[in-house]
T-cell receptor
Framework: EAGVVQSPRYKIIEKKQPVAFWCNPI?????LYWYLQNLGQGPELLIR????????DSQLPKDRFSAERLKGVDSTLKIQPAELGDSAVYLC???????????FGEGSRLTVL | KNEVEQSPQNLTAQEGEFITINCSYS?????LHWLQQHPGGGIVSLFM???GKKKHGRLIATINIQEKHSSLHITASHPRDSAVYIC???????????FGKGTLLTVNP
């Protein structure tokens, strides 16, 4: 069974440029999370989806970050424009309905120059 | 004060040693995750537990809900166990995880 797939694995951009990350969760997983992880820190929740509905986006900086999960499967996370402080690893995770189990992707490492 | 405190922050051991990583938290929880992250790699969930003890191979996780404390033990440690181990309690009434900063474990051959 395929795990959570994220792309790209690495992205280097200049500040003020846009960037997008894609996540394909495990088949059948209703819940999808986007986390941000800074070096030496634990992950921080950006947004959580139940199917196609964003049920918690309180930590998402909406001035520059946006996310969508059309059809309740794949999801994209976009940053526009990127700032130097956005350099981090962006992790996607999925979970079966009402299960506490979490399955993480490999992450997308963003470097903003 | 962080809601989740892990100790130690860094741990170096010799192959074969018994390892203990501790996690204390201040919020009420319904369950607690122990996660493993290799350098440059993704995160793998090792355990989710809400009481007592769980064992998987050489890994053992325990939790004391009353004392708000959990431990992760590794028996007969091996260099491939070298990774960051993260404790993440899950809120009592919701799905939210609070992540610790992690413990960097290095096991030398």
């Amino acid at each position: 069974e395929a795990g959570v797939v994220q792309s790209p694995r690495y992205k280097i951009i200049e500040k003020k440029q846009p960037v997008a990350f894609w996540c394909n969760p495990i088949s059948g997983h209703n819940t999808l999370y986007w986390y941000l992880q800074n070096l030496g820190q634990g992950p921080e929740l950006l947004i959580r989806y139940e199917n196609e509905e964003a049920v918690d986006d309180s930590q998402l900086p909406k001035d520059r970050f946006s996310a969508e999960r059309l059809k309740g499967v794949d999801s994209t996370l976009k940053i526009q424009p990127a700032e130097l402080g956005d350099s981090a690893v962006y992790l996607c995770a999925s979970s079966p309905w009402r299960s506490g189990e979490l399955f993480f992707g490999e992450g997308s490492r963003l470097t903003v120059l | 004060k962080n809601e989740v405190e892990q100790s130690p922050q860094n741990l170096t051991a010799q192959e074969g040693e018994f390892i203990t990583i501790n996690c204390s938290y201040s919020v009420g929880i319904s369950a607690l995750h122990w996660l493993q992250q290799h350098p440059g790699g993704g995160i793998v969930s090792l355990f989710m537990l809400s009481s007592g003890k769980k064992k998987h191979g050489r890994l053992i996780a325990t939790i004391n809900i009353q004392e708000k404390h959990s431990s992760l033990h590794i028996t007969a440690s091996h260099p491939r166990d070298s990774a960051v181990y993260i404790c993440a309690p899950k809120g009592g009434s919701n799905y939210k995880l609070t992540f610790g900063k992690g413990t960097l474990l290095t096991v030398n051959p």
